[in-house]
């Protein structure tokens, strides 16, 4: 009709990419729920999930439909404005950097100049969640969940900015197509292996994945910033944070493992996607592997080897790039 | 004046308990807390005061046996040893050799049962998920090897008076030679997932350092003691039983650290199965229970024995007047000393240390309430 005619193509483009998106959304929830469930279960010689459908595939489904019947409880003396509006906000940033995101040739969103540059701000923003989810929840363990979760955000994503500049120096440009572009030769990550290790580690450290997920540390805090939500309000906190991991691993590979780079595929320009979500998920692999082997840190000697460790190996791995580039 | 002033207004309270994932049972600790750091954490006990010790003193002699067991339920043998063997000692009553090689058996086993549980206990308070799986997989061998004999998982009543309650046979034998086996081999699986984890050492190395003075000034015991470099056990410094038959060593650590418990229980593993497998080998036939009066007079005056249980010295003290009821028992349990020091030591340190020290104590708060 007259209405859909004058509609921008650019925009419906969007609508649909967000649609699509958000949906992929889930099912990477879903998925990656039931991986780590079955991956958890075989490091400590269990089966993981049996019962629910063969080999427990439909686990995640019926968990997803019991916590959405869930009374939404909001206790006692919270400042109700806040307490609900926790979940949306750490749920609502991680979506946007999917945007920009080349999971093939043709399949980008956006491709914004400064790509890199607007996903690192989205992970800025996502700390903000679980400080107002801790201070909202009138609760000394989720506030204790809270600061924990800020001091180390704050802390980790200096070595991030700093190993993607690395990469930046040496494609000259923040564009995420153009720096999977320059790498059909070689791949970063034999280019700038220091920065690959120090993103990897920041960027679990930035999802707050173990070992250094203090903020929801369940031996010392009874589940930190997050206590006091239950059905959908977890739910939500719980796929931000699947999708958090899932942008860390898309940005390495992007930058790093040659994003959509691989052996040659008929349609390569759309299938170059399957490339993508291997890499993607070996490094989730990678991520949930390393949950399940090591203990906690303790706060301050995460603090301490972000401050003393990752910034200054970053830094020096970033001048030799500059002089190497230069010359 | 003012800074002070300031730091007043940032200290609060925090309660660690009673019911929370890391305090290995019912056990309230009030901090007083300044951002991260603990001031002053004060341990409040009382939570699961079930009165064994007035049950001991109300009925019967041979009623308190299930007792022994619930106090403290993860290592329940050694509680059923001291108590038989207090009651043996005050009635004078000569216990067949087969018997106290099975007893030191199934306590033994009972003391690696322990030493598992508390391992992956602790591992699963520093944030680590999987040792505590495999911890639970091999006590699962032992679990069941003591429950073909004594007809219980965990609080096992299988002691008598004057012996044990059923023979051991060969099926029993062979699956512990099997364990022993087993268990030797999967010591690499343990040192390459804990010991030699990085992350684990940082968390206890250095951490909870107690003296030597301090640990006696406590009157803590077993491997808490053995830690701060002290050699003191039970077993050797007092034998009971026929434990000065065997051969095995008392490992000790240096300065007292998270990290030097936790290598002392380590050892302490492999020693409990170098007593089983010579205790398996010499085992001597012959009754397993000597004939003892059904109804046991205990005669007026008082007594007291002690054993190494897994956490430490445990004594029971027995008051008799004459009849088959004490007067008064007294149980003494390691976990209460070993908690004690908490106060001092805790002083200045942080949230997560305090977490480590307390599971490297091994505590279990229901002996400690009894």
Known sequence: ?327 | MLESEYQEHNRFFLNMGPQHPSTHGVLLIVLEMEGEYVLDPQPVLGFIHRMHEKMGESRPCQSFMPNTARMDYVCALPYNHGYVSLIERKAEIEVPKRAEYIRVITSELNRIASHLLWLGAYLLDLGAFTPILYGFDDREHILDILESITGSRLTYCYYRFGGVYQDIDDTFIAATRAFVKRLRKRYSIYEKLVTKNIIFIKRTENIGIVSPDMALRYGMTGPNLRGSGIAYDVRKNEPYSVYPEFDFEIPVGEQGDCLDRYMVRVKEIEQSLRIIEQALDRLPDGPIRAKVPKNIKLTPGDCNFAVEAARGELSYYLVGDGTSTPYRLKVRVPSYSNLSCLPELGRGILLPDLVSILGSFDLVIPEIDR
């Open chain 1, 1 to 327: 009709m007259d209405t859909i005619s004058i509609l921008p193509p650019e925009l419906i483009r969007m609508v649909i990419a967000v649609v699509i998106i958000i949906s992929f959304l889930f099912l990477n929830a879903i998925m990656m729920g039931y991986a780590e469930r079955k991956i958890a279960g075989h490091v400590q010689r269990r089966p993981g999930p049996m019962e629910v459908g063969s080999h427990g595939i439909l686990q995640m489904v019926v968990d997803g439909v019991k916590l959405v019947g869930k009374e939404l409880l909001i206790p006692f003396n919270v400042d109700r404005t806040l307490f609900r509006v926790a979940p949306l906000l750490s749920f609502t940033p991680v979506i946007l950097p999917l945007l920009v995101i080349p999971f093939s040739e043709k399949l980008q969103a956006r491709d914004l100049n400064l790509g890199l540059l607007f996903i690192v701000t989205m992970g800025s923003v996502n700390v903000m969640a679980l400080l107002v989810g801790g201070w909202g929840s009138n609760n000394k363990y989720s506030m204790f969940g809270a600061m924990r979760a800020v001091a180390q955000a704050i802390a980790y994503e200096i070595p991030i900015l700093l190993s993607l500049l690395a990469v930046v120096l040496m494609c000259n440009t923040f564009s995420l197509k153009e720096i999977v572009g320059a790498q059909q030769n070689i791949w970063f990550v034999f280019l700038q292996p220091v920065a690959f290790i120090i993103y990897v580690v920041a960027g679990l450290a930035e999802t707050n994945r173990a070992p250094f997920d203090l903020p929801e540390a369940e031996s010392e805090l009874t589940a930190g910033f997050h206590t006091e939500y239950s059905g959908m309000g977890f739910s939500l906190f719980f796929i931000g944070e699947y999708t958090n991991m899932f942008i860390v691993a898309s940005v390495a590979t992007v930058l790093f493992l040659g994003g959509w780079h691989g052996p040659h595929l008929p349609y390569g320009e759309y299938l170059g996607v399957v490339w993508f979500f291997l890499k993607v998920y070996f490094l989730l692999f990678l991520m949930i592997m390393v949950r399940w082997t090591y203990p906690r840190v303790r706060f301050d000697q995460l603090l301490n080897f972000a401050w003393k460790y990752l910034v200054p190996f970053s830094l020096v791995n970033l001048l030799i790039t500059a002089v190497v580039v230069k010359l």
